[in-house]
């Protein structure tokens, strides 16, 4: 696109992102990001305490920038 912003396709099922974020202790809202990072295989930049403590125990690698 123009601005460069690319989509991905992301699971459209509530009870996906309802058990995501009952597995991770987060909102549906951080689950997307935290889903995003894990399948992509791409570091998480968060200053959030609990996304970023999920990201670690998921195996997400921390952007510290």
């Known amino acids: 696109t123009m ?5 991905v396709p992301v699971h ?3 009870r996906y992102w309802a058990e995501r974020s009952l ?3 987060l909102t549906a809202y951080d689950s997307c990001y935290l889903d995003l990072a894990r399948q992509r295989r791409l570091p998480l930049a968060t200053k959030d305490r609990p996304l970023a403590a999920a990201a ?3 195996g997400v690698t921390l952007y510290l920038g």
Do not use: F, P
Request: charged share 35%; glycine share 14%.
């Open 23 to 25: 597995e991770w202790g």
């Open 3 to 7: 601005l460069g912003i690319q989509t």
């Open 56 to 58: 670690k125990r998921v």
């Open 12 to 14: 459209d099922d509530a």
